[in-house]
Nanobody, 129 residues
Framework: QAQLVEAGGGSVPVGGSLTLSCVAS????????MAWFRRAPGKERQGVAH????????SYHPAVKGRFTISKDNDKNALYLQMNSVESEDTAVYTC??????????????????????WGRGTQVTVAA
């Protein structure tokens, strides 16, 4: 059964850095769109970043562009999110998601949630002032 398992969440001070990882089993990271989403308390789910399978093209939500970097390791079948210069507004549950071989870019940047069909359980990131 295909699944995604995130790790790396925790508490980080404002301005600090954190790296999230997502390991896929039963699903091919290299040939499919992969993304990170987040949901803050009381807010809608937000597409953070995604990476296309063949071109490696990356797209980000404007709120994280220039601070976060999405990457993947096809050999490890894993996805990563490097978070730098974090802000209190980055506090959320971060979830890894896998889509198909083709995907669109949301208006303004980042992934389109409806295009992703396999989701992890998420990992909590708390930015402490």
């Amino acid at each position: 059964q295909a699944q995604l398992v995130e790790a790396g969440g925790g508490s980080v001070p404002v301005g600090g850095s954190l790296t999230l990882s997502c390991v896929a089993s039963g699903y091919n990271v290299s040939g499919n769109c992969m993304a990170w989403f987040r949901r803050a308390p009381g807010k809608e789910r937000q597409g953070v970043a995604h990476i296309l399978p063949f071109s490696g093209y990356k797209s980000y939500h404007p709120a994280v562009k220039g601070r976060f970097t999405i990457s993947k390791d096809n050999d490890k079948n894993a996805l990563y999110l490097q978070m730098n210069s974090v802000e209190s507004e980055d506090t959320a549950v971060y979830t890894c998601a896998a889509g198909g071989p083709a995907c669109n870019i949301a208006s303004g940047g980042g992934p389109v949630p409806s295009e992703y069909r396999l989701w992890g359980r998420g990992t909590q990131v708390t930015v402490a002032a």
